[in-house]
């Protein structure tokens, strides 16, 4: 597949990924090579990455706990002092092997880091490929408050290797489906009529649109002013819904993209309402995602803590909570208010 030159960095893909690293740490001659990985991506992905590099620089590996639980700023204080204690320069380069957790945090704590140094993504998660890694957004959540810091700072380059997903557990593949299937409802109908109507044969093709769409949005807004809003599509209350699962010691947590499939139904449904979304054909959606996600338990009781979550999404301006809604498949509208009162029905549409 052909590379993707992004506004400030180049995306490559499977063989090419590795051709292109070693290039880059042969021109660039890095102090250190940090390599951030969780756990998983420690046992799993490490070592055939590794088998990749062709450097004689030194690389240590830095180890965080797995899951949005761990992606707070305590985490980024550790792998701080872990550079910090093992000689990291303004000259080292941080790697981040993993999902959306370490490309997250990897990238902020890079950022952050002595007022800034290089990194490279290595997205190992469905859900990272076509979405985290993508776009320069790095940070941490705040408690249970998702992305509330972080800063849009690009690295060096993504480098995207599919063999990866063979590593995924179902339940991570299908929460990056939803992200991809968010890029066919705000972008293109053509792309969405490729999960809808066809069983997925070919990943790599629909993993290398999905980050071309990504890319075209946020090449027109790199800081996310505008267009760059409509990524955001499903996730005013998909992020609520996830930060509320997450903080409930009565609920099991959701998957990012379990949470946004929840979202996304939500969206539609309050399209239909204010923004001539046709009823027959978010009908069909709910019951293709419903079909792909299931169904998750949300009462009553729920909706107005999930409600009072909103406030905090990152959309809100002048203290207004914004969604984006779609008026048809491919055209999103930003900046919509929306009142308590349809997300109540939304809620009972998503039950129905």
């Not at 209350?237 to 939500?266: D, T, V, W």
Request: glycine share 8%; aromatic share 10%.
């Amino acid at each position: 597949m052909k590379f993707i030159q992004s506004e400030n960095y180049p995306i490559y893909f499977n063989s090419n990924c590795y051709t292109a690293l070693n290039s880059h740490l042969e021109a660039q001659n890095y102090s250190i090579i940090f390599i951030l990985v969780d756990e998983n991506t420690h046992n799993v992905c490490l070592t055939p990455f590794l088998e990749q590099l062709e450097t004689s620089c030194t690389i240590e590996i830095i180890e965080i706990e797995s899951g949005e639980e761990h992606k707070t700023i305590d985490t980024c204080v550790g792998v701080w002092n872990a550079l910090s204690e093992l000689g990291a320069d303004r000259k080292s380069l941080i790697i981040n092997l993993g999902g959306g957790v370490v490309t997250d945090l990897g990238g902020f704590v890079a950022s952050t880091f002595k007022r800034g140094i290089n990194y490279i993504n290595v997205p190992t998660s469905l859900l990272a490929m076509v979405d985290a890694s993508v776009g320069g957004k790095t940070g941490v959540d705040l408690g249970h408050l998702k992305n509330q810091i972080g800063v849009i700072n690009s690295g060096e380059m993504v480098l995207i290797d599919t063999s990866f997903l063979e590593t995924l557990p179902e339940n991570q593949m299908r929460s990056g489906l939803a992200e991809m299937l968010k890029h066919g409802l705000i972008y293109s109908r053509t792309y969405w009529n490729k999960f809808s109507t066809d069983a997925i044969s070919d990943y790599d093709s629909l993993i290398y649109e999905s980050v071309v769409i990504k890319n075209n949005i946020v090449s027109q807004d790199p800081l996310e002013q505008n267009l760059r809003k409509t990524l955001n599509y499903g996730h005013t209350l998909g992020h609520a819904i996830e930060s509320y699962f997450l903080s409930n010691p009565e609920k099991e947590a959701l998957l990012h993209g379990e949470a946004i499939a929840i979202g996304m139904i939500l969206a539609n449904y309050i399209s239909t309402e204010l923004a001539g979304f046709p009823k027959e054909e978010n009908d069909t959606i709910k019951s293709f995602i419903k079909r792909i996600f299931g169904d998750v338990i949300i009462l009553p009781s729920d909706y107005d803590a999930i409600i009072e979550l909103l406030k905090y999404d990152k959309k809100n301006e002048h203290g207004n909570i914004n969604f984006v809604l779609l008026e048809e498949m491919g055209k999103p509208r930003i900046k919509c208010l929306v009142s308590n009162e349809i997300i109540m029905k939304a809620f009972e549409y998503y039950k129905a």
